[in-house]
Nanobody, 125 residues
Framework: QVQLVESGGGLLQAGDSLRLSCVAS???????MAWFRQAPGKEREFVAQ????????YYGDSVLGRFTISRDNARNTVYLQMDRLEPEDTALYYC???????????????????WGQGTLVTVSS
């Protein structure tokens, strides 16, 4: 069983930077990991995905060029570096893990087997 715990959320201003962390208990080194976010009244949105080795990375269009996903398998941790934050980035950010193999693109919520509880990021203008 894998448990995911996100941290690092907060209240920021437009243009600020922030790094989120997701620490896993359990083996995740062979899993693809991702970040999703959900704003009030909206569906959960794909943000970024990284495969087990870090060699394949995908981003949602709205964060491409501003956010960077990375992982440290020795620490069982996945990161999301968020730069040039915008008010539209305000959301609850979730970490997710999939047991699906390969290095394919998994942008859908249903592709993921494990989820954290989320960490809130609020960006004011």
């Amino acid at each position: 069983q894998v448990q995911l715990v996100e941290s690092g959320g907060g209240l920021l201003q437009a243009g600020d930077s922030l790094r989120l962390s997701c620490v896993a208990s359990g083996y995740i080194s062979s899993f693809a990991m991702a970040w999703f976010r959900q704003a009030p009244g909206k569906e959960r949105e794909f943000v970024a995905q990284i495969n087990w080795s870090g060699g394949n990375i995908y981003y949602g269009d709205s964060v491409l060029g501003r956010f960077t996903i990375s992982r440290d398998n020795a620490r069982n941790t996945v990161y999301l570096q968020m730069d040039r934050l915008e008010p539209e980035d305000t959301a609850l950010y979730y970490c997710a893990a999939t047991t699906k193999g390969g290095s394919f693109y998994y942008p859908d919520v249903v592709d993921y087997d494990y989820w954290g509880q989320g960490t809130l990021v609020t960006v004011s203008s």
